[in-house]
């Protein structure tokens, strides 16, 4: 019958509008600032650099190798070599980020920097309200910014953050192991060349690597 | 004859001069709107609703906007290069002359014969009606077969196009 | 009591017009309403606004704005100061006079149209015999406010919502007038008072409106359909279809003269209610007699804002229409189901009183109803449509 589409459509919105203050199941709205969805573990929006420890100067895992400089696509990441070397979390001195610098005004959010790291320093946050009211300098994130605790990458990918654990702890293994088949190689050197005054210094290197198992329980407290 | 007459009465003389003198079509379509709205308020002036109402709805509601839809559709609406006036205007001005002398005769003649009258008597919408169905009736419905005569032509012709282009 | 209350809005002009010298009192009788109806009906707008987003929203299983204020009510404040303080941009090439002129026209005239409706006993700005043309005409010229928005903003999108608009309007126009027609045929005067009060009686309690009467339901249906697209509202929206035309010949209008364009269309939208309220649902009359006591305003707003929410509801639901399916369910349903519908008062006015009045009338208008769906509307007549290219 002529009409009677419209008055199947009127009912179909009159039954809408009312379901809407009946069942909850109707009205999807989330209201944003007050409530929000958790957010899906691989959900990613910019880089942040992870660091062990609970100082985040001493214990970035970044030691400035910028191969992630180098592989940006937008060229976003700015990184200084320090000139000098310090302990890092485990003790072992290591060159340090000078500066480091994501633009994320500029980051495409492509993840290659985390895929190309080799020291699985640099991972991929979830934070996104970094709305600021200086588009240049508030969207210019620092060292100090970037810093984000081994802790924090856990809580935001659990999964990952275990996975990338277990590999450090199996790398770190095999370099203990590593290091003590070195030291214990330069100490049977040494013993050999007891005799002679000259390769003692030499094994100054070994025993700084041979301290390494010392400084190791700091970093696995997770 | 008091300053609303005036008043009015140069509002429609102005908007016919500037429907007659303006370059842009659009422009002249909207001042004779604003003449059209201006004899309106004379009507009304006068206390013949009917027609000032009448006025409004036939001439701005359809004639004005007709006219505007016409210059829409047709072409643009700048001015065109060769002058606003055609090369006959001198013998449009001696008819337009003719004409106004005419009316103006017209007016004149009948005016004295006003004066004596008494004042206008109160015509109702209601009694329009009654006139225009009673006494009036053949010429009203010989115009509105008029005007169907002009509705069916008018289709015939948008139809015969059509089948051209097919 | 009860009469005060219903008058009371006559009483306080009154009384507020006496405190005045004797020269100055009808000129400030005049202001005093004019003044009541600017303020009240923009007031209404805001809440209308409101009420429509919220509305839309529920129906859309949203929860509609409610960020400003409790629950959102402080939104049209917010809507309003930001339109008043946004930039008024005005395009280079447009037509600056024109451009300036058409959202005041459109407003000054949809503020007219307010001056002949009654909204209660004794409440009308004028009481004029020919009130009802006075309404067309003042409507008809709406019309040019569009074109003038639309032709002056030198926009292509501003132009064809224009000439979408003009051509909408001036083809539902005549469906309009007819069915407002059938009313004038049956109570004799073009007077919105008086139709308004040929419709305040009752018989066993029910009242005389004529929408309950087989012409008037059927008047009433293509009125509402005429004055849907009048308003260019939802489905009829082909003017300013915002996936189509950005928001049509109001494109190009920004800040103040926005707001006033949109003002403009709410106040069509109100004013034209309060016609089809005076026409076929009794005006400011109460629906049943045992009901007289409540002021008679209160009706007149009641049934306006029931009205406005079954356009929200229209809205909510339908999508818009295809100019050539607008232009053939204009000329080729409405109009002679109108013309059809002029004969059947004129049936219902010379049967005379009786049951077979009733038969008769409801018959002719339910058989060109059903022969309308058998034939003039299949859906092999609104199907697709064939394109013509201009040369």
């Known amino acids: 019958m ?32 007050e409530e929000r969805l958790p957010l899906p573990e691989a959900s990613r929006n910019f880089p942040f650099l992870v660091y062990d420890g609970t100082d985040w100067e001493k214990g970035l895992r970044c030691v400035a190798c910028q191969i992630c400089e180098k592989e940006c696509p937008p060229k976003c990441i700015y990184i200084d070599k320090s000139k000098d070397k310090k302990p890092d979390a485990f003790g072992r001195p290591q060159i340090y980020p000078a500066k480091f610098d994501i633009d994320i005004s500029v980051c495409m959010s492509c993840q290659i920097c985390v895929e190309v790291c080799p020291f699985e320093a640099i991972k991929m946050d979830t934070q996104y309200e970094l709305s600021t009211d200086d588009r240049f300098g508030g969207l210019l994130l620092d060292r100090k910014e970037l810093a984000k605790s081994n802790e924090y990458y856990h809580q935001i990918h659990p999964t990952e953050a275990s996975e990338v654990d277990a590999k450090l702890a199996a790398e770190k293994v095999k370099a203990d192991a590593k290091a003590k088949a070195a030291a214990g190689a330069a100490a049977a050197k040494a013993a050999a060349a007891a005799a002679a005054p000259k390769p003692a210094e030499a094994a100054a290197k070994p025993v700084v690597l041979a301290d390494a198992p010392a400084a190791k329980p700091q970093g696995e407290g997770d | 004859m008091n300053l609303v007459f005036y008043v009015l009465a140069g509002l429609t003389v102005l908007g016919g001069l500037a429907a007659v003198l303006l370059k842009n079509t659009v422009h002249c379509a909207l001042a004779l709107t604003v003449a059209f709205a201006g004899l309106a308020l004379l009507f009304l002036e006068l206390d013949a609703q009917f027609a000032g109402f009448a006025q409004i709805l036939v001439y701005i509601g359809a004639v004005a906007i007709l006219v505007v839809f016409a210059i829409l559709l047709t072409r643009g609406s700048e001015t065109p290069e060769d002058g606003v006036f055609s090369h006959t205007w001198l013998a449009g001005l001696a008819v337009a002359a003719a004409v106004f002398a005419v009316l103006g005769w017209a007016v004149i003649q009948s ?25 009036y009736v053949l010429p009203l419905e010989i115009v509105a077969l008029l005007l169907t005569a002009a509705l069916v032509g008018a289709v015939i012709v948008a139809m015969h196009e059509k089948e051209e282009t097919k | 009591m009860v009469s005060t209350l219903d008058q009371i809005f006559v009483l306080l002009k009154h009384w507020l017009v006496g405190l005045l010298p004797s020269v100055l009192q009808p000129a400030a009788g005049v202001l005093l309403s004019v003044v009541a109806i600017v303020c009240v009906f923009p007031a209404l707008f805001a809440l209308t606004v409101l009420l429509e987003r919220k509305g839309l929203g529920r129906m859309q299983n949203r929860l509609g704005p409610n960020r400003v204020g409790p629950f959102g009510i402080l939104q049209p404040i917010a ?17 600056a006079l024109i451009h300036f002129l058409a959202p005041l026209v459109l407003v000054v005239a949809v503020f007219l149209e307010f001056a002949v409706v009654p909204m209660g006993r004794n409440m009308v700005l004028v009481d004029m015999d020919a009130s009802l043309l006075f309404f067309f005409s003042i409507g008809a010229s709406t019309e040019l406010s569009v074109f003038m928005a639309g032709w002056s903003s030198r926009n292509k999108y501003s132009l064809m919502g224009a000439m979408r608009a003009v051509a909408q309007m001036i083809s539902y126009e005549v469906p309009l007038l007819m069915s407002s027609v059938a009313v004038v045929m049956i109570t004799g005067s073009l007077s919105l008072v008086k139709i308004v009060e040929a419709q305040n009686q009752y018989t066993y309690g029910l ?49 103040f003269k926005f707001a006033l364009f949109f003002l403009g269309e709410y106040l069509g939208m109100f004013s034209i209610s309060g016609l089809g309220t ?16 409540v002021p008679s305003w209160i009706w007149f707003f009641g049934k306006v804002m029931l009205s406005i929410c079954v356009l929200i509801w229209v809205r909510g639901t339908l999508p818009r229409l295809r100019q050539d399916q607008l232009m053939n369910f204009a000329w080729k349903f409405v109009l002679p189901m109108t013309l059809l519908n002029l004969v059947d008062v004129a049936l219902w006015r010379f049967l005379g009183e009786g049951w077979l009045r009733w038969v008769v009338c409801s018959a002719v208008m339910l058989v060109a109803y059903v022969a309308a769906a058998l034939t003039g509307l299949r859906r092999d007549h609104i199907g697709p449509r064939s394109y013509r290219y201009a040369e």
């Open chain 3, 207 to 255: 009242p005389h409106w004529n929408i309950f009467t087989p012409w008037g339901c059927a008047g009433f249906v293509m009125f509402a359909i005429a004055a849907t697209a009048e308003t260019n509202r939802s489905p009829f929206d082909l003017p300013e279809g915002e996936s189509e035309l950005v928001a049509g010949y109001f494109t190009e209008y920004s800040g």
């Open chain 1, 2 to 33: 002529l009409g009677e589409g419209i008055l199947k459509g009127l009912a179909e919105t009159a039954r809408n509008a009312v379901g809407s203050f009946v069942s909850k199941d109707r009205l999807t709205t989330v209201e944003y600032p």
């Open chain 3, 278 to 293: 005076a026409l076929f649902l009794g005006g400011w009359s109460a629906p049943f007699s045992f009901l007289w006591w």
């Open chain 3, 79 to 95: 809507d309003a100061i930001k339109s008043l303080t946004k930039e008024d941009i005005v395009p280079l090439r447009a037509d």
């Open chain 2, 111 to 135: 005016a004295p014969a006003l004066t004596h009258e008494s004042a206008a008597p109160v015509v109702t919408v209601n009694q329009i009606g009654n006139a225009l169905l009673g006494r």
